[in-house]
């Protein structure tokens, strides 16, 4: 960056810090001169909804404000947060939750099993990404026991159980998205829009108490995050893979493995037709099974990761890597582009015109990749990915454009989507029939009736052993699945680590293997950081 643009942000910062009551004389006075008690955090992720539950936020990492009833632990297994217990009835249509009796909200209002109900039905209504179609209805059976009754079995409902925080039935209203009432550690004081959020330990709270009083995050570009951090105004902060071999002095770079994962979902089928918006629907070249695997072989997954990431991240070859469903034999040996036209030719592509690239009958090997046009990492990623590609005969026009052009466009071309959560589910919205042209989910009309049937045998598991096993074959069973082994629906091309600073005094804790970016997942075990 340009010595003048890096003092511009400083002085930036150094303006906006003073002006939210982050420091004062913010150049002398740095976080490092600010009470041990309070933490100033440039981590990104500003909800643009707000911190209602009910309407997604929290699906990704800890909600913060709200408690959940259960949550993962380090090894990502799934332990009591505000349950004490459950019991699943024989046919799997009945959950049934006991709740802990000591539990208030900030506002002093205790935590009931009405409160639980309210939340299910609120969020199931909301239609936020959190799909609750499968919840029937809700009852609190009494204060402290809730039955959730399904209309189908559902293994991974306890998932749900975990992704959603409780909100209070008598303090939610159409204000509570800038203003929570939770059971989580810390409640919301202060939140100007676009600058700053200011949150102080809520002194109700059952569990652990945190060490740090004061929450101060910040909203701040990536670049003027690390501007921050080198003017020691943070004491953690969220930085892009360009800046991560820059060191900053009194602070440790944290490289941390995530699923948030980036690849190319494929139009599966032929051009068929539109939607009932008028959208086109499939792609002639993409449809072509060889086409799709040769991709997925010809690519150099180390590669990207070591030159679009700078190394911090590791090579994607399923939705769901390193989770306790992830089905190693899934993985694919690549960067084969030998093998790759090797495919291509079998299947009947060949340059006979002797321009580069393959063709089929009348059909040429082409088709658009889409990607959202600001996004550095995935307009890097796809066009790293189309010059690995061409070489082996198939062109790939790389095209930014805005989330809602992408939206009428993505049942016809390629696009460069990212995923990954701690919920099995997020398989079956990706990759199952039922979700064909639905929002982001299924956008490229996969189907396959075998995946299907796995997915569904998962579901009606009676267990979490046996349900991992079932979304394991769905992957790849030794014949098919939905991963590059089988019918290749997407490349994956890597998971993108998450990179922070931190001040080498503050230890973060164990960290779990994270979800997507959304929201703040660094945050879940807030209650374990602490100064060495």
Known sequence: ??????????????????????????????????SKDELVLAIGGEPDEGFDPTTGWGRYGSPLFQSTLFKRDQELKLVSDLATGYEISEDGLRWTVTLREDV?????????????????????????????????????????????????????????????????????????????????????????????????????????????????????????????????????????????????????????????????????????????????????????????????????????VDGILEGHGTPAYTLNDGLPWFQEQAVIEDGRPEEARRMLSEAGWTDEDENGVLEKGALEARFRLLYPAGDVTRESLALAAADMIRPIGIDIEVEGMSWEDIRKQMHANAVLLGWGSHDPQEMAAVYGSAYRGVDFFNPGYYSNAAV??????????????????????????????????GDAPWAWLVNVNHLYVVREELDIGEQPIHPHGHGWPVTANIEEWQWR
């Open 104 to 304: 208030v909200f900030s506002d002093g209002a205790p935590l009931t099993a009405d409160d639980v109900r309210y939340t299910f039905e609120q969020t199931a209504q909301s239609g936020s990404t959190i799909d609750l179609s499968n919840l029937n209805r809700v009852e609190a059976q009494d204060s402290y026991t809730v039955a959730f009754h399904l209309v189908e079995p559902q293994s991974s409902f306890l998932h749900m159980l975990a992704a959603i925080g409780i909100v209070p039935a008598h303090a939610h209203d159409e204000n509570y998205a800038r203003n929570p009432i939770g059971s989580g550690p810390y409640k919301l004081v202060q939140w100007d829009r676009g600058q700053q959020l200011i949150a102080e330990v809520n002194p109700n709270y059952y569990g652990k108490a945190p060490q740090f009083k004061k929450l101060v995050f910040l909203f701040l570009s990536e670049d003027a995050a690390f501007a921050a951090a080198q003017a020691g105004q943070v004491h953690i902060a969220a930085i892009p893979s360009a800046f991560s071999k820059q060191q900053i002095t009194g602070m440790r770079l944290e490289s941390l493995r995530s699923v948030d994962n980036r690849g190319i979902m494929f139009p599966y089928v032929p051009a068929v037709g539109e939607t009932e918006e008028g959208f086109p629907i499939g792609n002639d070249v993409t449809a072509d099974t060889a086409i799709r695997k040769a991709i997925n072989v010809a690519l150099d997954r180390e590669a990207l």
């Open 452 to 485: 299907d049937g796995y997915m569904r045998d998962a579901q009606y598991a009676t267990s979490e052993e046996e349900a991992n096993d079932y979304w394991k074959l769905a992957q790849w069973d030794g014949t098919t699945g939905l991963s590059a082994k």
């Open 1 to 34: 960056m340009h010595v003048y643009r890096r003092m511009g942000l400083l002085l930036a910062i150094c303006l906006f810090l003073a002006i939210a009551g982050g420091c004062s004389n913010a150049r002398d006075k740095g976080a490092d001169q600010q």
